[in-house]
């Protein structure tokens, strides 16, 4: 994991050959001061605008709350029910936890910054997809280079369609968001929530035969088996099943679950059940605008000076003495003077003390087998879902024995599995709206692992509420001929 370091270096040129200015609103026009046959003339070239994307998943977009998709993966879960901060500390996602981040339709806003950094991506994949193919190269590297770019752009869809709109179940007919397919200057109206999810099913299926046989560069890169990953994601969000179990199953071949000491090490380091994440450099970390500032509450950031992250009681509660996950929450005592505040999570940490070097989690076998563990059960086949529930639970717990083997009960209880082990890395809105159920926090008091009604605002809101909608920009209904004031999300 070294060898990203020397990589990733020069990538800020790269960046800025595809990006343009960042202050430069509709993100939906590609911007280029670099003639392409300058970038994708080699595949040597391409790749360093390949590793441009990746670099810029991470780094930090205008101030401390944004810094690529983990900030979009911390948004969703403090819209959801099991992450509690106890106070407004320093300010930083509170208005994500209060549901007034997303509402509003300006530059600066949640909702703003999210459009932009996704279409960011988007931008620069079509560059890639639509140059590549000429580049002086392997035919190998050339299929790598394009496999990446189509899973990058089909993974940027995904969370635009999911933020900009209800679930797919439903809402197929609904309208979704622009789709751009090459790179353009002119822009387009908002595809249909199924034509979006057409495209995104067809990037990942091509992707997948680019990408046969092929080894990713390092961490931060996607193979064969990371496609996979998220089309069973994709799929898990659509309700199909029998593609979720298929590609569940698929994607997590070859990968082991970690041990308990690994997982009580924290989510810091890449390990050999990370499917895909994001290599940070100490010299390049953005440090106080980073996941682990705002979710380490060991480290010197804003979770460790006051923003403490806390896993509800509920959860705490439903894992047994013998589970390690719950070895890494801070247990409750009557006056709350434990070495952390009641409650507080310790899954995610800084590796070495002093040093913001560390990676990001973006995909985890651990998912694929709550993935398959689902489908299975919705499909009827419970014994099946059984035996892969517990192989994944039991690693976490050597005693445990799933309490339901059948029908709904079973189905609920993937589900409390589901939410105690991906805590905190980013599926908590997503799993709302699939499943239908509302945001509906316990409130009390923040030592007994509840809500603070005061600090959160909503303590319960329907989950097909339009208010639950980020806003499009004014700027984008502004300037893109296509989109109308109507356009708008309520």
């Avoid at 387009?188 to 495209?199: A, D, L, M, P």
């Avoid at 100490?282 to 996941?291: G, H």
Wanted: charged share 20%; glycine share 8%.
């Amino acid at each position: 994991m070294k060898n990203i370091v020397k990589k990733l270096a020069p990538l800020a040129l790269a960046v800025l050959v595809l990006t343009g200015c960042e202050k430069e609103y509709l993100e939906t026009t590609p911007q280029s001061q670099v003639p392409n046959e300058m970038v994708f003339g080699t595949t040597e070239g391409a790749t360093v605008a390949l590793n441009g994307i990746y670099r810029s998943m991470w780094t930090s977009m205008e101030n401390h709350g944004n810094y690529g998709q983990k900030s979009y993966d911390l948004t969703m879960d403090m819209m959801g029910n099991d992450v509690i901060t106890p106070v407004r500390g320093y300010g930083w996602f509170v208005a994500e936890y209060n549901h007034s981040a997303y509402a509003t339709a300006t530059a600066a806003s949640r909702s703003g910054i999210a459009w932009r950094y996704y279409y960011r991506t988007v931008n620069n994949a079509n560059l890639i997809i639509a140059n590549v193919d000429e580049a002086v190269g392997t035919q190998a590297r050339r299929d790598y280079i394009k496999g990446n770019a189509l899973f990058l752009r089909a993974h940027s869809y995904f969370y635009l369609i999911n933020l900009f709109q209800h679930t797919y179940k439903g809402h197929e007919n609904a309208p979704g968001v622009p789709l751009y397919t090459e790179p353009t200057t002119e822009g387009k109206g908002r595809g249909t929530v199924q034509e979006v999810y057409n495209q995104i099913i067809a990037d990942l299926d091509a992707a997948e035969a680019l990408l046969e046989g092929q080894q990713k560069d390092h961490v931060s890169h996607i193979n064969q088996k990371t496609v996979k990953g998220l089309q069973a994601r994709v799929a898990l969000q659509m309700e199909n099943w029998e593609r979720a179990r298929q590609k569940a199953n698929e994607a997590r071949q070859g990968y082991t679950l970690m041990s308990a000491t690994a997982y009580k090490a924290g989510f810091g380091t890449a390990n050999s059940e990370w499917m895909w994440g994001l290599q940070i450099p100490n010299d390049q970390s953005t440090i106080y605008a980073s996941f682990f500032s705002h979710m380490a509450n060991t480290a010197g950031g804003y979770a460790g000076l006051g923003s403490t992250k806390l896993i509800t009681r509920e959860l705490y509660e439903k894992m047994s003495a013998t589970d390690v996950r719950k070895e890494i929450v801070q247990a409750p005592t009557a006056d709350n003077k434990g070495t952390y505040y009641n409650y507080t999570s310790l899954k995610f940490r800084l590796p070495t003390t002093g040093s913001w070097a560390a990676d990001y989690v973006l995909m985890r076998a651990s998912e694929m087998y709550l993935i398959e563990a689902e489908a299975l059960a919705r499909l009827g086949r419970d014994g099946e879902a059984v035996t892969v529930l517990e192989a994944l639970v039991k690693a976490r717990d050597p005693q445990y024995a799933a309490p339901a083997t059948s029908g709904t009960d079973l189905i609920e209880e993937i589900l409390m599995q589901r939410r105690i082990e991906l805590w905190g890395e980013g599926f908590s809105i997503l799993d709302l709206k699939r499943l239908n159920r509302p945001v509906k926090r316990i409130t009390g008091t923040a030592p007994n692992g509840e809500h603070v009604a005061a600090l959160i605002l909503v303590t319960e809101r329907s989950i097909t509420d339009p208010q639950i909608l980020f806003r499009i920009p004014q700027d984008e209904i502004n300037n893109n001929k296509a989109l109308a004031a109507g356009d708008q999300n309520p």
